[in-house]
């Protein structure tokens, strides 16, 4: 929009946008109402959330993909694999008990020698 006097173009202000400025004879005008709505309804709020239009659209196409995956899982018959049976934990306790047997040598033969020590 044009300022009337000199017709330089209006921008709006900073601290109320329900004011157009003309920052080269330094009046201010109301803004027209049809204006102010035409320009809230054309900005976008947030930039990352599209129209509702094209959501409404992609969610369409997500379901209706989302209900023909279903309906294709639904008329195969899957093998079910047999499942390995988990070998009992006998190997995992033969191998922890080595080194608990060597541990426990260890401390005994530190034991003697501080006792050694401690009579000498």
């Known amino acids: 929009m044009k300022c009337p006097i000199c017709g330089q173009e209006l921008r709006p202000?900073?601290?109320?946008?329900?004011?157009?400025?003309?920052?080269?004879?330094k009046k201010?005008?109301?803004?027209?109402?049809?204006?102010?709505?035409?320009?809230?309804?054309?900005?976008?709020?947030?930039?990352?959330?599209?129209p509702k239009h094209v959501?409404?659209?992609?969610?369409?196409?997500?379901?209706?993909?989302?209900?023909?995956?279903?309906?294709?899982?639904?008329g195969k018959s899957r093998k079910k694999k047999p499942r390995r049976q988990e070998e009992p934990d006998d190997e995992e306790e033969k191998m922890s008990k080595a080194p608990i047997i060597i541990l426990a040598i260890a401390i005994?033969?530190?034991?003697?020698?501080?006792?050694f020590m401690l009579l000498k």
């Open 28 to 50: 201010k005008f109301k803004v027209p109402q049809k204006k102010m709505q035409q320009k809230e309804e054309e900005e976008q709020r947030y930039s990352n959330i599209p």
């Open 108 to 115: 005994l033969i530190v034991a003697a020698l501080i006792v």
């Open 13 to 25: 202000g900073k601290k109320d946008p329900n004011y157009l400025l003309c920052y080269n004879c």
């Open 55 to 74: 959501r409404k659209k992609r969610e369409d196409e997500m379901r209706k993909a989302y209900d023909d995956m279903l309906a294709v899982d639904d």
